[in-house]
């Protein structure tokens, strides 16, 4: 079943067009790399199916247009890991992974989902610790707790590991490749390593400008000539060169 459905999509800020005729869908079980040089429009796009952004064009969520969708609905098809998630409040770990559960009311699957969800990051010995204080890694592990806790049919994860070190990096696109094991699922992730992209992708889209440079497989989407063309560097060789260091260590 069709999981995503973009057509023609465009976003605007004032006269600048940051997004033009995007179009690609995504089909259930399928892992879809966002990827693009910073400014291409990536978070733009994320935000538009979020439903925080105008847009033109159409955005199908499991095959209904979003427009008609009320926000808990949504809620409960699609969790959304935003690029920059912050806090101004004293919540504890546990209450932001709490907040995930809204859209499901007074679920008695509440408790169960979110103390898996706090386990699965490795957050549950912090859960009563307040998000103020915590490391850049640990927050963007709780707001990841937050979204999984969701339980939604499509996670989108924009930029999902940037503050994270290698260890929890690996574990996340473990955890997240375990998670689309269920039928039903799909995730739609915006990465700027390459080699995560090609590692755990099944698709790709590559972002210029706003424009869709290519789509597909991402052995194909992430070919020498698209990356020159887009990244304007030959990101094969560079890659190349950086893991060439650990060969014979
Ligand atoms: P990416 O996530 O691919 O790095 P973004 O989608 O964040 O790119 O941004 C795409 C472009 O849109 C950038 O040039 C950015 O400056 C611009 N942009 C993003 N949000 C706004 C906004 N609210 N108002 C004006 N321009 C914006
Ligand atoms: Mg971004």
């Known amino acids: 079943m069709s999981m995503l459905d973009i057509e023609n999509l465009g976003?605007?800020?004032g006269p600048l067009k940051i997004l033009k005729d995007v179009s690609f869908s995504l089909e259930e079980g399928q892992w879809?790399?966002?990827?693009g040089p910073n400014g291409a429009g990536k978070s733009t796009l994320i935000n538009a199916v979020a439903g925080g952004t105008a847009y033109t064009g159409r955005i199908r969520l499991q095959g209904r247009d979003i427009t008609?969708?009320?926000?808990r609905e949504r809620a409960r098809r699609?969790?959304?890991l935003a690029q920059r998630s912050g806090v101004g409040y004293a919540y504890t770990v546990e209450d932001v992974v709490r907040l995930g559960r809204?859209?499901?009311g007074r679920d008695p699957k509440n408790a169960a989902h979110?103390?898996?969800a706090l386990v699965q990051v490795g957050m549950e010995e912090k859960r009563d610790q307040s998000v103020l204080t915590l490391s850049g890694g640990e927050l963007q592990r709780t707001f990841l707790a937050q979204v999984l806790a969701q339980n939604p049919d499509l996670l989108i994860l924009d930029e999902p590991t940037n503050h994270l070190d290698l260890k929890y990096r690996q574990q996340v696109f473990e955890l997240v490749g375990k998670w689309l094991q269920t039928p039903?699922?799909?995730v739609l992730c915006v990465v700027h390593d390459l080699s995560l992209a090609l590692a755990y992708g099944t698709c790709a889209v590559l972002?210029?400008?706003?424009?869709?440079?290519?789509?597909?497989?991402p052995k194909k989407v992430l070919s020498r000539e698209n990356l020159l063309s887009t990244y304007d560097m030959d990101v094969a060789a560079w890659s190349r060169r950086m893991l060439g260091q650990w060969n014979d260590m």
Do not use: Q, T
């Open 184 to 186: 039903g699922r799909a």
């Open 11 to 13: 976003v605007a800020y």
């Open 207 to 217: 972002l210029k400008e706003g424009r869709v440079m290519d789509r597909g497989v």
């Open 68 to 71: 008609g969708m009320r926000p």
């Open 102 to 104: 809204y859209a499901h």
């Open 78 to 80: 699609v969790g959304v």
């Open 114 to 116: 979110i103390h898996r």
């Open 32 to 35: 879809l790399m966002l990827v």
